[in-house]
């Protein structure tokens, strides 16, 4: 009997949103530890905030879609009552998976939380839903949608395969009816501001659909090559597998809810006098909202601000809510053009994939992109070559 021998395996990349395009342009090095070797960051406070933050909305959504007890009690929510049962659902799910929030992030007791005690993920959970929740729970079609398609892998990085596999959530995508929308929508409210927007949304009287994103992070500086313009690579690319997906759909508009920025901490406040400082960011505060921020002596930053919630008292709710929200048009020329970046970026990652077996080295190929805050949170700091900030050398107690 002749025996066929076997053809060469042909691995097809697989590549998500998220873990791979955003990762990899923070910085290589890391991504190729963290995602590629798979090593677990040994304090994730990023991570773990951003998958409390999802899992939050989501459950809170389906336990308002379910139309039960006490989540049917209507609007703003109560923390005692609706929010902390999801709060602490999520908590142990996440605890399950081994993900445990950083002392004093959540509660200072987890045995007993009490409204004294809350932490500033906390804060910021019940924020976000009596902030958002309240107008874009009426407006969700799906929650936590798959999308997946596939892309030509450029020439110089078809080492592996020719061809790749892009995957993304979208958190929330909303299929909206103009005539059938709920009065006074804060969320339509504000997509009509763009008169692009505005003039699709009324073109036709057919639905259209709205690809919401969650950000468990402060608004970035507007700045080229910054995580500004990938979180809105990010949204374009959901938008164009949702096309492949469904080519019937009309997504006309992404938003992107930063969710820090309705409760800022310490850390997320300097930063946010440094960006208006330099004029870097595309939300400047009225005259009363900047005397209160540079009302007072900047210090030095101090260790764990980042959990400490910031001076707001004063701020205009306005102002948070403006800094919270943000919107991206989407087009076909758009589409056609962030698919294209996000290409090339998988080509910088297969080409690092390609030198790495040929050069037998974890640390040359994969480029670095040293930037305080992400140097500081790093487990590699320390044997890190071009690692910069604060921690850098380790002191012997």
């Given amino acids: 009997m002749a025996i066929r021998?076997?053809?060469i395996e042909r691995v097809i990349p697989e590549y998500s949103l998220t873990g791979d395009l955003l990762a990899f342009l923070k910085c290589g090095r890391q991504y190729r530890l963290y995602n590629k070797a798979g090593l677990p960051p040994s304090i994730p406070v990023q991570q773990w905030f951003g998958e409390f933050i999802h899992g939050l909305m989501e459950e809170a959504f389906a336990r308002w879609?379910?139309?039960?007890?006490?989540?049917?009690?209507?609007?703003?929510?109560?923390?005692e009552s609706q929010i902390r049962p999801i709060e602490e659902a999520v908590f142990r799910r996440l605890l399950s998976r081994g993900l445990r929030p950083p002392p004093r992030m959540l509660y200072a007791s987890y045995d007993s939380p009490t409204q004294e005690g809350r932490g500033?993920?906390?804060?910021?959970a019940e924020a976000a839903l009596n902030t958002w929740g309240i107008h874009l729970f009426p407006l969700i079609a799906e929650a936590e949608l798959r999308l997946m398609g596939s892309r030509e892998l450029p020439p110089r990085a078809q080492l592996r395969a020719g061809r790749y596999s892009v995957t993304g959530i979208v958190d929330v995508l909303s299929?909206?009816?103009?005539?059938?929308?709920?009065?006074?929508?804060v969320i339509l409210h504000r997509l009509r501001e763009s008169p692009m927007i505005r003039a699709e949304m009324e073109r036709t009287p057919a639905p259209f659909e709205i690809i919401v994103d969650y950000k468990g992070m402060r608004r970035p500086p507007r700045e080229a090559g910054s995580s500004w313009i990938h979180q809105e690579w990010q949204l374009q690319t959901y938008a164009w597998l949702r096309h492949r997906q469904n080519p019937n759909s009309r997504v006309i508009a992404g938003v992107l809810l930063y969710l820090n920025e309705l409760v800022p901490s310490a850390t997320d406040l300097r930063d946010l006098r440094k960006d208006i400082s330099n004029r870097a960011t595309d939300i400047m505060p009225p005259q009363s909202d900047?005397?209160?921020?540079?009302?007072?002596q900047e210090t030095a930053e101090a260790d764990d601000e980042e959990m400490a919630i910031g001076p707001t008292r004063g701020l205009s709710r306005l102002f948070l809510e403006d800094r919270s929200f943000r919107i991206v048009e989407i087009t076909e020329a758009s589409l056609e053009q962030s698919a294209a970046r996000f290409d090339a970026v998988v080509g910088d990652i297969e080409m690092a994939v390609q030198d790495e077996i040929l050069q037998g080295s974890t640390r040359?190929?994969?480029?670095?992109?040293?930037?305080?805050?992400?140097?500081t949170a790093c487990d590699f700091k320390y044997h890190c070559p071009d690692a910069i900030g604060s921690g850098r050398n380790p002191q012997i107690p």
Avoid: D
Wanted: aromatic share 12%.
């Fill in 175 to 185: 299929s909206v009816q103009l005539h059938r929308a709920p009065a006074g929508n």
């Fill in 5 to 7: 021998p076997h053809s």
């Fill in 364 to 375: 040359t190929p994969w480029p670095v992109r040293p930037e305080v805050r992400t140097c």
């Fill in 290 to 296: 900047r005397a209160i921020l540079f009302g007072e």
């Fill in 120 to 124: 500033i993920a906390s804060l910021r």
């Fill in 65 to 79: 879609q379910s139309g039960a007890a006490p989540w049917n009690g209507g609007w703003p929510w109560r923390w």
